[in-house]
Structure formats: structure tokens, C-alpha cells
């Protein structure tokens, strides 16, 4: 089945700086790889998402990109500000076979004011 | 106002006490799961359901067990806990076809200690 493996598991930056978040996936047929934002005491929510047939999307201050040869993604958030503080997850899944979300272990962001 | 909602939000019970955990939404969603997640393991799901009475495992369903009897709930029962299930529980839902991830709908968590 599909593991996915997240990176780092803590993050501290400066605000204004810029946060990557790393994900690497085992299984190739996975095909749609979503972003969990989670504040504390709350669930997780849907920040951002790819599908495999594209390479990158971006929203604003949030940008996701694939590599499907090396099965990894990542998120990367551009100029941190202290409400981005929180932990992030990413997850993989076949969307057209599986109804199975497969999540990573999280990294909880910290950005210094 | 569309939402998840989970009850209890925090309970403290003992070994071998069965107990359940109630999820309700009102967005008439078709597929409701059960996920629960521990410090450096992320989420993992425990058990999914596609519609009333289509129920499937997840990653972990040992010790649980769910039914789906309406659309609207999908309680997660433990017939008897043990300490290695003290978790954080999270109910989720949404509509079926493959928007299925991209509109999954969290609920507020359960916080849940066995003794």
C-alpha cells in the first residue's frame, strides 16, 4: 500500500522568510496529492491540492509542486507570517480507485514575529 | 452553517469500558471516515463509509467498529478499550465522485484517554 513520508517535523522561521515542506510517496499510481493546514484544537484543513498531470499550482502565497519520477511534492509558503503558524500535512491517494487518504506525519511550523 | 460535529469533544475512561463517539453532518454528504492521529505518526484512517450501510477498513481498524444505519451519522464504537487506543479522533465527510478529497469536511476532533 502507500506510505508517505513528510519532512522536516519542525520548522522555525522568521517572518517574511519562505517555508518548504517535503513529501515523498511510494506508490506511483497515486494521482492527487492534497495539503492540510491544522491550528491548534481544530481539524485539519484543505489548503492547497495537485493532481498528477500538472507540475505545479500556486494560490496566492502557498505553492505546490510534483515531481512524479522521483514521487515526491512539496509545499513551499512565501513571505511567513505568524498565522501560518500551525502543522501541515500532506497526503496521497489514487483518486479514481481509493477512497483510502494516506497522510504524512505532519510538520508543525513556528514563524517568528 | 455546513459542519462535522463530534461528541464528546474530550473523555477519560477506563480499560474495557465500551463507549462511542457520535459524528453528525448536515451537508447530506455520501462518504464519511474516521481517522485518528498520534504524535509522529500523522492521521490514520480507521474506517471509511461510502453510503448508508457500505462500510469498508482503513489503515487501523483493530478495536473499532462504525455503522452507518443514516446518511447523516457515522459513530465510531469501542467495544473495549484499551490505553493504546488513547488518540485524537477526527470524523470527516463529503460528497462521492472524485471530489471526494478535495471537499472533506473535518470535524473539531475528540480527544479521547483510556485509563
Known amino acids: 500500500g502507500e506510505n508517505v513520508e513528510q519532512h522536516p517535523s519542525t520548522l522555525s522561521v522568521q517572518e517574511g522568510d519562505s517555508a518548504v515542506i517535503k513529501c515523498t510517496y511510494s506508490?506511483?499510481?497515486?494521482?492527487?496529492f492534497p495539503w492540510y493546514k491544522q491550528e491548534l484544537g481544530k481539524g485539519p484543513q484543505l489548503i492547497i491540492d495537485i493532481r498528477s498531470n500538472v507540475g505545479e499550482k500556486k494560490d496566492q502565497r502557498i505553492a505546490v509542486t510534483l515531481n512524479k519520477t522521483a514521487k515526491h511534492f512539496s509545499l513551499h509558503i512565501t513571505e511567513t507570517q505568524p498565522e501560518d503558524s500551525a502543522v501541515y500535512f500532506c497526503?496521497?491517494?489514487?483518486?479514481?480507485?481509493?477512497?483510502?487518504?494516506?497522510f504524512g506525519s505532519g510538520t508543525r511550523l513556528l514563524v517568528r514575529p | 452553517e455546513a459542519q462535522v460535529t463530534q461528541n464528546p469533544r474530550y473523555l477519560i475512561t477506563v480499560t474495557g469500558k465500551k463507549l462511542t463517539v457520535t459524528c453528525s453532518q448536515n451537508?447530506?454528504?455520501?462518504?464519511m471516515s474516521w481517522y485518528r492521529q498520534d504524535p509522529g505518526l500523522g492521521l490514520r484512517q480507521i474506517y471509511y463509509s461510502m453510503n448508508v450501510e457500505v462500510t469498508d477498513k482503513g489503515d487501523v481498524p483493530e478495536g473499532y467498529k462504525v455503522s452507518r444505519k443514516e446518511k447523516r451519522n457515522f459513530p465510531l464504537i469501542l467495544e473495549s478499550p484499551s490505553p493504546n487506543q488513547t488518540s485524537l479522533y477526527f470524523c470527516a465527510s463529503s460528497p462521492p465522485g472524485l471530489a471526494w478529497t478535495d471537499t472533506q469536511y473535518f470535524g473539531p476532533g475528540t480527544r479521547l484517554t483510556v485509563l
Open positions: 451537508m447530506n454528504h455520501e462518504y
Open positions: 506508490d506511483s499510481a497515486s494521482n492527487y
Open positions: 497526503a496521497a491517494t489514487r483518486m479514481d480507485s481509493s477512497y483510502k487518504l494516506i
